[in-house]
Each structure stands twice: as C-alpha cells, then as structure tokens.
C-alpha cells in the first residue's frame, strides 16, 4: 500500500486530494469490499476525505502567515469534530468487515483513523 512514512494519507507533509483518492480506492481493492459493504465504505472514505482536506487547509493556513490564537482555538474545534466523525465512521466500517478483512487492514493501514 502507497503512503510512505507515517502510512496511508499521513497530512503532515501535505497530500494531494488525488493522492488520498488513490490510496482509498487501492486499499478498498486489496480488502475486497462487497456491494453490501459498500455503504460503510463510502462513510469511511468520505470522513477520511474530509479530513485530508481539513488537515491541508489548516496547514496551509499556518504556512501563509500568522494564525492568531482564535483560529488556532478553531483549527482545535474542527479537528476535535472531524476526529469523532473519523471514529464512527471506521467504527461502522469495521463491523461490516469480515475477519479476514479486519486483520488485512489493520497490517495496511496500521490502526483505524490513526494513520488517515
């Protein structure tokens, strides 16, 4: 699975939305969702998504100048949101998995919505 250091979709660095695309479609593929999975799935992607964009946003941010103390207090805010939508979402995804699928992504990704 493409990610490099830190795994899949890691922000620090910055990620092409495209990239992160890439990266879901591959490991969608290498953990062979179903149709009946599929729901769960788009959830999952959708917040990861989501959160790439957040983490970017908040990172150029910080890149063009200075943030003062209230936008960081918001940067905080929505990170601590999108976070909990993170957790339900892999939450939901991984009741849908089988045993198999749960034990191949936990050696792909390295642990639900740590990595993305």
Request: hydrophobic share 40%; glycine share 14%; aromatic share 6%.
């Amino acid at each position: 699975m493409p990610g490099g250091y830190g795994g899949p979709g890691r922000m620090m660095g910055g990620a092409d939305p495209a990239a992160t695309t890439q990266r879901l479609n591959a490991l969608k593929q290498q953990l062979g969702i179903t149709l009946a999975q599929e729901s769960a799935w788009d959830d999952y992607a959708a917040a990861v998504t989501t959160r790439a964009a957040l983490m970017n946003g908040h990172r150029q941010a910080m890149l063009d100048g200075g943030v003062s103390p209230v936008q960081m207090q918001q940067f905080r805010q929505s990170g601590f949101a999108q976070m909990q939508q993170m957790a339900t979402a892999s939450r939901r995804v991984q009741t849908v998995l089988t045993p198999a699928q749960r034990t191949r992504a936990g050696g792909l990704m390295g642990g639900w919505g740590q990595r993305w």
